[in-house]
């Protein structure tokens, strides 16, 4: 460099840096930030949705979708769950794709299928109490009819019943349960049981058994003896004691709950009770309280406790449709 130059750039005045700070005694500090601790950091979100027809429990997802009204599914509310296992959000989307290309291709014949399943002990006897029931109201009803018959149609009448016990008999050993299809079908669309198209040989026989029995009650009648006595080793094996309350039509479970409405303790307890109520008749249908048994209240309150806390619950007291005070 130009000695000249050097010593004109020495000679100048330049700024003076300490004008900068604020003071110059000030310090600059390092800022340091502590390590995070593993399992603190923010949670990361799924990156896939669940999809529609998918629910979780626990770790493992569930494929779950309300069965159409259609076929032998027309008079229940049946839903197909199946489990996916699997705990990863892709799979399980992936696999629910999977399943309702075939559930749409199979539809008719998965809804058919619940119809091949067999009946609870708790079911089956219910089944059969509401066709004792019935069949012992039909019996008083012809005997208190005031019409009267002769005696050729008695001995008619008696003789195609012999005729039927011959044709049950015959039918039990063949493992034939056909002929008893619209009695057991009638009395389980009364309690809201799901009758199989098959018949297991045990609900069959104890079928047939019983209608061998009830027309025994009914031969008698038509002799002239009473059916409250003529049903009595019947009624007493089933614990059966009061016969003009047993054939009654059975109490429903709207006409219940209407009736406990009537008699509840309080307000609070009665929008309990009514939310309660709907929400039973909703999942068993309008079915007698005797058809209630333990195994589908289980099955109930199971279903229950899984709808939201938000469910059926309103906002309150609407100010858009109250009128205010006067000013």
């Given at each position: 460099?130009?000695?000249?130059?050097?010593?004109?750039?020495?000679g100048?005045?330049?700024?003076?840096?300490?004008?900068?700070?604020?003071?110059q005694?000030?310090?600059?500090?390092?800022?340091?930030?502590?390590?995070?601790?593993?399992?603190?950091?923010?949670?990361?979100r799924?990156?896939?949705?669940?999809?529609?027809?998918?629910?979780?429990?626990?770790?493992?997802f569930?494929?779950?979708?309300?069965?159409?009204r259609?076929?032998?599914?027309?008079?229940?509310?049946?839903?197909?769950c199946?489990?996916?296992?699997?705990?990863?959000?892709?799979?399980?989307?992936?696999?629910?794709?999977?399943?309702?290309?075939?559930?749409?291709?199979?539809?008719?014949?998965?809804?058919?299928g619940?119809?091949?399943?067999?009946?609870?002990?708790a079911?089956?006897?219910?089944?059969?109490?509401?066709?004792?029931?019935?069949e012992?109201?039909?019996?008083?009803?012809?005997?208190?009819?005031?019409?009267?018959?002769d005696?050729?149609?008695?001995?008619?009448?008696?003789e195609?019943?012999?005729?039927?016990?011959?044709?049950?008999?015959?039918?039990?050993?063949?493992?034939?349960?056909?002929?008893?299809?619209s009695?057991?079908?009638?009395?389980?669309?009364v309690?809201?049981?799901?009758?199989?198209?098959?018949?297991?040989?045990?609900?069959?026989?104890?079928?047939?058994?019983?209608?061998?029995?009830?027309?025994?009650?009914?031969?008698d009648?038509?002799?002239?003896?009473?059916?409250?006595?003529?049903?009595?080793?019947?009624?007493?094996?089933?614990?059966?004691e009061?016969?003009?309350a047993?054939?009654?039509?059975?109490v429903?479970?709207?006409r219940?709950?209407?009736?406990?409405?009537?008699?509840h303790p309080?307000?609070?307890?009665?929008?309990?009770i009514?939310?309660?109520?709907?929400?039973?008749?909703?999942?068993?249908?309008?079915?007698?309280?005797?058809?209630?048994t333990?195994?589908?209240?289980?099955?109930?309150?199971?279903?229950?406790a899984?709808?939201?806390?938000?469910?059926?619950?309103?906002?309150?007291?609407n100010?858009?449709?109250?009128?205010?005070?006067q000013?």
């Open positions: 460099m130009n000695p000249e130059k050097y010593n004109e750039i020495k100048q005045d330049l700024p003076d840096t300490r004008e900068v700070s604020q003071s005694q000030a310090v600059t500090h390092g800022v340091t930030h502590a390590c995070r601790k593993p399992g603190y950091g923010p949670r990361p799924l990156p896939h949705s669940a999809g529609p027809y998918l629910m979780r429990r626990g770790r493992i569930y494929f779950r979708k309300r069965l159409p259609a076929g032998s599914n027309r008079p229940s509310k049946l839903f197909l199946l489990s996916l296992r699997t705990d990863l959000p892709l799979d399980a989307v992936k696999r629910t794709a999977a399943l309702l290309t075939v559930y749409e291709r199979e539809e008719k014949m998965i809804v058919d619940f119809k091949t399943g067999t009946l609870s002990q079911e089956a006897k219910t089944v059969l109490t509401e066709m004792l029931r019935a012992l109201a039909r019996i008083l009803e012809q005997q208190t009819s005031a019409e009267p018959v005696d050729y149609q008695l001995d008619a009448r008696i195609a019943l012999e005729k039927e016990n011959r044709s049950l008999r015959r039918a039990a050993r063949q493992q034939d349960w056909s002929s008893l299809q009695l057991l079908f009638k009395a389980s669309q309690v809201g049981a799901q009758l199989p198209e098959a018949l297991s040989p045990d609900f069959g026989r104890q079928a047939i058994s019983l209608k061998k029995r009830l027309n025994d009650v009914e031969m009648a038509l002799d002239g003896d009473d059916v409250r006595n003529a049903s009595r080793t019947l009624r007493a094996e089933e614990g059966i009061d016969f003009d047993f054939v009654q039509a059975p429903s479970l709207s219940s709950w209407e009736h406990a409405l009537v008699r309080s307000p609070s307890m009665k929008a309990n009514d939310a309660i109520g709907k929400l039973a008749v909703e999942y068993f249908g309008d079915i007698p309280v005797t058809a209630l333990m195994d589908r209240q289980k099955g109930f309150f199971a279903w229950m899984r709808l939201p806390k938000s469910n059926g619950k309103a906002h309150g007291k100010r858009f449709c109250s009128e205010g005070c000013m």
